[in-house]
Structure formats: structure tokens, C-alpha cells
């Protein structure tokens, strides 16, 4: 399946049930002097909007890139923002103009660009001295029995759970190659309260899981069932995350 296709059947479930990014993410960058107050962003992999809702909570002016027509028609419904500028396009060839970007950022994104040619993009739209951040809700795998049986789960019912993880492209090496180690790290953390309509649609959400089509689905469901009766407090499991930003500015 080709990447601008993955998410097709998944963008209700993402829309209400992916991680939002928490607040302290926008304080960050801004004490740090990586956005400034009416900065213009590109969020690159925009998807739903989810990335580009924190920024125009802010009264920034977002330019939504995304090479999946669903997601990005997705975003512009569910934002319903005026400063959101949505372009269905590649993150190696984005279409925006020159030295025209104040500060970008890929959310949840960055493992699925080719990340050289996103490289030689990026430096071609931001402005000289502006900077960017790869961001990932990274969620806790052993922090918790639940959480560990939770990923046991992933991994046994997941299609190719193991070779597109995220946690793949967060390698050293690939970060300083992209960065040329000029870049720092930032940990915050983040959560979920989900009850089990919420927990299958996180489930359903992920391009790496069966969908109701597949063969394995109904027994899917019913493990995700039991785990989540094993597991509940008060209704609820808790799906715990770290909030990853690596950021800087490109050699």
C-alpha cells in the first residue's frame, strides 16, 4: 500500500481518537525562541489537523501539508479555521515557495518521508536561521502491566507493526543525519483515559492493524475485550506517552 493511501479507511478513528499534543509543547517552543508570535508554520504530514490545531489555537497561520486528499479534507472539516491553508502534497516536494516558512513541524509524520529529500525540501522553504521540530507521542510500553500487555498485542495482531513503528526512524544516527547534530530533545509528557470504544478506535486508528475487513478483526476485538476488562479502573485504561521533540535548525 502506497503511503498517501495508508490512512485512508482510518481518518474518522484518527480524528477522535489519536493523541492531541499537550500545551507545554507550544510554551516550549516558544521560550525557546523556535516560533514567535505570528509565525507561519508548516505542519508537513498534517494529516487530520491535530499537529496544526495547537498552533492555531495560538492565531498562527498554518499551511497544512499532506499527500493524502482524505486526511488533509478531514483536517480543513474538523479545524473549520480560516488560517489553516491546507495543500495536498508530498513532504519532499511541499509546492510552498522559497525562504517563505518560519518554523516547521512534523508531527507523528517524519518516519514515513524520505528523509533525504525531505532534507534538501525543508531547507528550501524555511527562512535563513529558522528552525523546525520532528515531534512523536511516544507511548510508554513498559511502564505499566497494562501497558505491556497492550503492546504484546500490537505486536501479535499487527500487520507490519514492526517495520513502519515510528521508533524505528528515531535512531541516532538517522536523526543526526537529517539534523547534521545540530539539534537538542525535549521529553513532556502526555496521556489517554480511554474507555473501550475509545481503546479499539486508538486500535483502529493505527494503518498497522486490521481493519473490519480483515480476517483476524473479530478476534482481535474480542483479546482487546479482555484486556480491557482485565485491566480497567473506573471504566478507563490509561495509555501513557512521552511527547518526543527533537529541534533545531538544519546544517
Not at 6 to 29: A, C
Not at 90 to 100: D, G, M
Not at 112 to 124: N, S
Not at 146 to 154: A, I, T
Request: charged residues 25%.
Amino acid at each position: 500500500m502506497k503511503v498517501e493511501e495508508r490512512f485512508s479507511n482510518r481518518v474518522d478513528n484518527y480524528i477522535k481518537y489519536r493523541p492531541h499534543y499537550p500545551e507545554g509543547v507550544y510554551s516550549f517552543l516558544l521560550s525557546e525562541k523556535l516560533i514567535f508570535p505570528g509565525a507561519l508554520i508548516a505542519d508537513i504530514g498534517c494529516g487530520t489537523g491535530i499537529s496544526s490545531e495547537l498552533f492555531l489555537n495560538h492565531k498562527h497561520k498554518v499551511i497544512g501539508v499532506d499527500p493524502n486528499n482524505n486526511m488533509v479534507q478531514a483536517a480543513v472539516t474538523y479545524l473549520n479555521d480560516v488560517n489553516f491553508v491546507p495543500i495536498v502534497a508530498a513532504a519532499e516536494n511541499t509546492t510552498l515557495q522559497n525562504h517563505s516558512i518560519d518554523f516547521i513541524i512534523c508531527a507523528q509524520a517524519f518516519h514515513w518521508f524520505d528523509k533525504e529529500k525531505a532534507r534538501i525540501e525543508f531547507t528550501r522553504i524555511l527562512k535563513p536561521e529558522s528552525k523546525l521540530a520532528l515531534v512523536w507521542n511516544d507511548r510508554q510500553t513498559n511502564t505499566s502491566d497494562f501497558l505491556k500487555v497492550y503492546e504484546d498485542f500490537l505486536q501479535m495482531f499487527g500487520t507490519d507493526y514492526k517495520e513502519v513503528n515510528h521508533k524505528n526512524t528515531q535512531d541516532k544516527k538517522i536523526i543526526d543525519s537529517f539534523f547534521g547534530k545540530n539539534y537538542n530533545q525535549k521529553l513532556i509528557y502526555n496521556f489517554q483515559d480511554l474507555d473501550f470504544d475509545g481503546l479499539r478506535g486508538r486500535v483502529l486508528s493505527s494503518s498497522y492493524m486490521p481493519d473490519e475487513t480483515h480476517a483476524d478483526y473479530e478476534y482481535m476485538i474480542y483479546c482487546l475485550k479482555k484486556i480491557f476488562q482485565r485491566y480497567q479502573q473506573n471504566g478507563t485504561v490509561k495509555l501513557e506517552y512521552d511527547t518526543k521533540i527533537y529541534y533545531g535548525q538544519l546544517d
